[in-house]
Nanobody
């Protein structure tokens, strides 16, 4: 499955942004048991889990650091996942990656087999 992340940009602290991750239908199918997730990686830091959504049920899972500010969703008919980011903080600045796991929900990077190329979010204070 090929994933394409987009929507990053420069936003003022306190602002909002919506990231998108489109899965190419020609490259494979997303099954209801699959989980899609967002990770992020700030300069000099490890890639960290942000949020995930189970494709079939729509159940969502969030890292504690983003609960209440980030909302993950999907448009299953369009093979697209979204991440709405509100009340942006300087520490949210990172490259955001979307990923897919056929193994179910996990916060572990290595459990995700498919990755998009990343989209950069910059936050000005």
């Amino acid at each position: 499955v090929q994933l394409q992340a987009s929507g990053g940009g420069l936003v003022q602290a306190g602002g909002s942004l919506r990231l998108s991750c489109a899965a190419s239908p020609a490259s494979g199918r997303i099954f209801s048991s699959h989980v899609m997730a967002w990770f992020r990686q700030a300069p000099g830091k490890e890639r960290e889990y942000v949020a995930a959504i189970r494709w079939g049920s729509g159940n969502t899972y969030y890292a504690d650091s983003v609960k209440g500010r980030f909302t993950i969703s999907r448009a299953s008919g369009e093979n697209t996942m979204y991440l709405q980011i509100d009340s942006l903080k300087p520490e949210d600045a990172a490259v955001y990656f979307c990923a897919l796991s056929p193994k179910g929900w996990s916060t572990v990077r290595s459990d995700y087999d498919y990755w998009g190329q990343g989209t950069l979010v910059t936050v000005s204070s």
